[in-house]
């Protein structure tokens, strides 16, 4: 169940969840027609929701969704929102019955609310190679080779995704194994690797969340 939230800190979630990208109080001002401070601000940062920092000469908020935010959105889809009450807009009403159409779509097609709406930019490396892993696994911690997973990634520094891959693995969110069959690999397959304790890794399979 889903923490239940004032009706500026929802309509900040949502518009923070469409712009999927770190968002300034003065563009907020401009989307949605009120910033996000004071009480608000400090319950959503409390909460783990939604990640503030000041930024620029004038030190202004800058407003991002964190991962707990993503999730909280999705539940609120799932759950369809608060019951409607007496008095409520019946505008307010209809936007819930499209968000829980959203849900519904998401479900259908095993897809994520980051998925639709994060800016790319937005994204860490991290979440860029679970979201590549997701497209290219054909079952749940399916073995993707790197290879493939590199190639979704595009012109990403390979030592960078290596540290990546590394770090996940450390946690145990990510596994990699070297690929038995050493005459199946092709020289791609051979450059993608990553060396872990002296072996090549060339397969990988993500814990699924």
Request: proline fraction near 4%.
């Amino acid at each position: 169940m889903t923490d239940r939230l004032g009706h500026k800190q929802t309509a900040a979630m949502f518009t923070l969840m469409v712009l999927g990208r770190e968002v300034p109080n003065q563009e907020l001002a401009e989307v949605a027609g009120f910033t996000l401070t004071g009480t608000e601000r400090t319950g959503l940062n409390k909460l783990g929701y939604v990640d503030s920092e000041r930024t620029g000469p004038r030190r202004s908020y800058v407003h991002v969704l964190s991962d707990s935010g993503w999730a909280w959105c999705e539940d609120e889809l799932t759950m369809g929102g608060p019951p409607p009450q007496r008095g409520q807009s019946p505008l307010a009403t209809a936007l819930y019955v499209v968000l829980g159409g959203l849900a519904e779509y998401l479900q259908r097609e095993n897809k994520r609310l980051f998925d639709i709406f994060a800016q790319p930019e937005a994204a860490s490396l991290a979440e860029r190679i679970r979201i590549a892993y997701r497209e290219l696994a054909k079952e749940p911690r399916g073995w993707v080779g790197l290879g493939d997973l590199r190639s979704k990634l595009g012109a990403t520094d390979a030592a960078e995704v290596d540290a990546a891959l590394k770090e996940l693995s450390s946690t145990g969110e990510v596994h990699l194994v070297p690929e038995e069959n050493r005459k199946a690999l092709s020289a791609a397959d051979r450059a993608a690797a990553v060396r872990i304790g002296g072996e090549d890794n060339h397969l990988i399979s993500i814990e699924v969340s």
